[in-house]
């Protein structure tokens, strides 16, 4: 009986599946579970029609939640002055999103974004890496958004649906005057912004304050400063994945990588931006040459989509120095074959 339930999953079954992914936030692969549970639906009856119905409203939410993550791939890929990729992410954003909020966000972001690529400049400096770069350094690689097409509400909200889904309500509830601030601070006028952040923090503490002035400290060079504003924000929630990977990167940053293994870990048992943490312990052993616990990890990150490819990068030279090929030949052919 087992055996013939396994081998006759019917559309319920991956319906399920997909709802489970859903609720995980795994939203490519509850969109895969969802196509495959619409494949397998019997003829059209009074009640499929129904069920059909159902599935095709949570596979355009699996797409709109894909779409909010190529935004923030997008937004990422705009601080490294990467406007070609950008442009890519914010095109599969517009393919994938039925959300009419979305897709405009997209809309405007790919106006303002792509018209002037030659304006860009070099946002990584060198003294950081690429990490801190991307979740850190803001004011220069977001002045691309600074366009006066957009009214200034509309630039904070499109800013902030780069960040990880459970931060925007938070940022989109501190108000005016931190919106101003925030857009102040993305604008490169990093003092005055400082000023008001303080101004505030001086009324009552919050992580998202103090993780916003360490963002400033680290521009000004102050790598002190940041990592008290970081820490503390960690200790008013131990949830914030900004802050995590703003302090992971700032140890790796200044060479004390080993201090960003139980970091990490403290991530993991957190819920803290999983997908992420599991591929940084994989990036963290690899800088510390223990290959083992590296591969370890790298493979772990297989099972997140957002991370596959770039795990499978970094295993396949790994598998072959310890004379896996056959592995390594398996890894190149699922993730990395036909890609650029």
Same mark, same amino acid.
């Given at each position: ?54 599935? #095709? /409203?949570? @596979? =355009?939410?699996?797409?709109?939640? *894909?779409?909010?993550?190529? %935004? &923030? ?124 952040? #303080? /101004?505030? @923090? =001086?009324?009552?503490?919050?992580? *998202?304050?103090?993780?916003? %002035? &360490? ?126």
């Amino acid at each position: 009986m087992l055996f013939k339930k396994f081998f006759n999953r019917d559309y319920r079954y991956y319906r399920e599946k997909g709802e489970q992914h859903l609720a995980q936030q795994r939203y490519a692969d509850a969109r895969l579970a969802f196509q495959e549970s619409l494949q397998k639906l019997p003829e059209v009856t009074e009640n499929i029609t129904s069920e059909k119905r159902e599935i #095709e /409203e949570k @596979l =355009a939410k699996a797409g709109d939640g *894909l779409g909010l993550l190529n %935004l &923030s791939e997008a937004e990422h890929a705009l601080r490294r002055g990467e406007y070609e990729k950008a442009r890519e992410y914010i095109h599969l954003a517009l393919e994938l999103a039925e959300d009419v909020t979305i897709r405009e966000k997209a809309e405007a972001f790919l106006k303002n974004a792509g018209a002037d690529s030659s304006r860009s400049t070099t946002v990584v400096a060198e003294n950081k890496c690429a990490g801190c770069a991307g979740t850190v350094d803001v004011s220069t690689g977001n002045a691309h958004v600074s366009d006066d097409k957009l009214p200034p509400e509309d630039r904070f909200e499109l800013l902030i649906q780069t960040l990880p889904q459970d931060l925007v309500e938070r940022y989109a509830g501190l108000g005016e005057k931190f919106a101003y601030a925030y857009l102040l601070a993305h604008d490169g006028e990093v003092d005055a912004a400082r000023e008001i952040f #303080e /101004e505030m @923090l =001086a009324q009552g503490e919050s992580d *998202l304050l103090h993780y916003e %002035l &360490s963002v400033i400290a680290y521009r000004n060079g102050d790598v002190a400063e940041c990592e008290r504003h970081l820490c503390r924000a960690l200790e008013l929630c131990d949830r914030n994945s900004l802050c995590y990977l703003a302090l992971v990167h700032l140890l790796i940053d200044t060479h004390r990588t080993a201090e960003a293994v139980p970091l990490l870990h403290c991530m993991l048992d957190k819920g803290a931006a999983s997908d992420q943490a599991t591929f940084l312990l994989g990036e963290v052993h690899a800088l510390l040459d223990d290959n083992e616990q590296a591969m370890d990890w790298f493979s772990r990150s297989l099972s997140f989509p957002s991370y596959a490819k770039a795990a499978a990068e970094r295993l396949i030279p790994l598998l072959e120095t310890c004379g896996r090929r056959e592995d390594a030949a398996y890894l190149f052919k699922r993730y990395l074959k036909g890609c650029c």
